[in-house]
């Protein structure tokens, strides 16, 4: 009866053309959510006043001809399939949901109507298949940049503005999905990003993450999960994406090796690092030279084998890559023992002594009288003349009477190295004593060679009238002991004379 039934209604549904049913091919249910399936129907018009609001909505799992594979009547809550049609049947919507999927609710379903009186009608031709997941799919992540989209493993330059977009297609679920961001590096995440949830129209949901690229991120991944809340179990699925930003010069150093402050004769090497994106970089080295910057050489490093003072300064790495450059600069500062280069005492009424050092570091002035050393007081005064970092000019002002033996002394030195001089305190007004202790015997030598020179220039002339005296002698017959005695004597005596007047 049922069958025939449904052949004429299949032949006037071909006559009229106006039975029929609109279902999804597939759908997927989250195991302990629930599904909807999107239904519509239509039957033929001249059914349409058997619709009414008691009819029922009917679906079968599996098949269609037997009663056991009915699993859900909406006027029997009997069945095994809990759930409700959400539309209204009278208006031909046969939207339905199941609550409390499980992996019973994976198979095939056919939907029938049972109106009044004759209206009982299997829509055996158009089925839906329901697949249940444990887990949600993974959303959909893209990245645009400038509202393009970025393709992977794409470079974006430093300073794009970027939009990261999270979309999923929702579920049936008690609780709408949530889309959360996170990144390898959450830090980066909260300084720059605005979040925004959007959720579009009940099937879709959409989460976008917009920030201005910077090279922080370069690396970065950013990953998007979806959460559904269930009730005895959350359940995620996650996508990423990774940012790879290019970025100009960062960071960029200069190390001095072993040290900034290294001894004269010494090896210094400085070298230059930098971060970047490409890591490609030209370096060039500049020194400051009077405010202005001379180029050196390129190369990341810049080595003096043997350092000496004009190398102390400021030098200048730059490093460029195709997307801009960076300075930085690192002090050499050579350091050296300490030298005096003027040592001289003025006396008037009071006696004036200047000592110039030079060292790096700066050298420390120490003076001596007569081997005591010598503080700032009534008697003695002491000031300093800074001439630059490694110059520096003492002076000290003797008050006190002086003896003919007392000897002043400049001590300097540094970390390096001491040096010192000593000034015979010669009691002469108005001489001006560049006092050398060599000088003195220098000058008692010069003195001796001098007479030991005259001496002999008059021993040779004496000589000479000697021997033409003589060759006189023997022309004239004369005595030779006479002569042989009285020139040795006076040689003598005129170098002893000249010796004692020296001393
Ligand atoms: C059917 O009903 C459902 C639930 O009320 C609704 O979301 C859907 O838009 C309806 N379909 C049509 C075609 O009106
Ligand atoms: C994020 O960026 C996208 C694309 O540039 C834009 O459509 C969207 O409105 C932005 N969202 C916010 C919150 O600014
Ligand atoms: C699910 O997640 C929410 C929010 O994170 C939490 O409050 C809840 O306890 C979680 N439920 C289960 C069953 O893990
Ligand atoms: C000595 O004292 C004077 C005045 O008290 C001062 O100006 C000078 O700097 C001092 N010299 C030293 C080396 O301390
Ligand atoms: C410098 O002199 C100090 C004493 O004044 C002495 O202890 C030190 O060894 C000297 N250093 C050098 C390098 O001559």
Not at 187 to 201: A, C, G, K
Not at 223 to 247: D, E, F, K, M, P
Not at 316 to 324: A, D, E, L, R, S
Not at 397 to 422: K, Y
Request: hydrophobic share 35%; with cysteine; net charge negative.
């Amino acid at each position: 009866m049922d069958k025939l039934i449904l052949l004429i209604f299949l032949l006037q549904g071909v006559w009229c053309g106006d039975w029929s049913i609109s279902l999804p091919e597939k759908i997927e249910a989250l195991s302990g959510s629930c599904v909807t399936i999107n239904c519509t129907f239509d039957i033929n018009n001249t059914y349409d006043k058997y619709l009414t609001d008691s009819a029922a909505g009917v679906w079968y799992k599996d098949g269609h001809t037997d009663n056991s594979n009915i699993v859900f009547n909406s006027s029997n809550p009997n069945l095994p399939f809990k759930g409700k049609i959400i539309g209204k049947l009278k208006d031909k919507n046969c939207t339905t949901t199941f609550y409390d999927v499980t992996s019973n609710h994976e198979g095939t379903f056919y939907f029938r109507i049972e109106g009044n009186g004759p209206l009982k009608m299997t829509f055996r031709w158009k089925f839906v298949s329901i697949d249940v997941i444990d887990s949600p799919p993974s959303p959909t992540v893209q990245m645009f940049k400038d509202q393009m989209e970025v393709k992977v493993h794409e470079e974006v330059l430093e300073g794009s503005s970027m939009c990261l977009r999270c979309s999923a297609k929702t579920l049936c679920s008690s609780s709408p999905p949530t889309l959360t961001w996170s990144s390898t590096d959450r830090l980066h995440l909260n300084e720059s990003s605005r979040l925004q949830l959007d959720q579009q129209n009940q099937t879709e949901i959409i989460s976008d993450l917009n920030f201005t690229a910077t090279h922080l991120q370069h690396g970065v991944t950013f990953i998007c999960t979806i959460t559904y809340q269930l009730h005895q179990r959350n359940t995620t699925a996650q996508s990423n994406t990774t940012l790879r930003v290019q970025y100009a010069p960062k960071n960029t150093s200069v190390f001095v090796f072993p040290s900034n402050s290294v001894l004269e004769g010494s090896s210094v090497t400085l070298i230059c690092s930098s971060d970047g994106n490409p890591a490609v970089f030209n370096y060039t080295w500049y020194r400051e030279n009077g405010g202005q910057l001379e180029e050196l050489q390129t190369g990341y490093n810049l080595t003096f084998n043997v350092a000496d003072r004009t190398h102390t300064g400021r030098y200048y790495c730059q490093v460029k890559n195709h997307h801009g450059t960076q300075n930085t600069s690192a002090l050499l500062d050579i350091q050296y023992a300490t030298k005096i280069s003027l040592f001289s005492c003025n006396r008037t009424d009071v006696t004036v002594c200047l000592c110039e050092a030079h060292g790096n570091p700066s050298p420390k002035v120490d003076w001596f009288l007569s081997g005591r050393p010598v503080s700032n007081s009534t008697n003695t005064f002491i000031s300093e003349e800074r001439l630059s970092s490694t110059d520096l000019r003492s002076f000290i002002s003797l008050h006190q009477s002086l003896t003919h033996a007392d000897t002043l002394q400049c001590v300097i030195n540094n970390t390096h190295g001491n040096a010192s001089q000593q000034i015979q305190l010669v009691a002469s007004p108005q001489e001006m004593i560049h006092c050398q202790q060599t000088f003195i015997p220098l000058l008692i030598i010069l003195t001796l060679i001098l007479i030991l020179c005259a001496v002999t220039v008059g021993f040779a002339l004496y000589r000479i009238r000697q021997l033409s005296s003589k060759l006189k002698v023997y022309n004239d017959a004369g005595t030779y002991a006479s002569l042989q005695l009285s020139a040795p004597v006076s040689e003598y005596e005129t170098l002893n004379f000249k010796k004692d007047d020296t001393q």
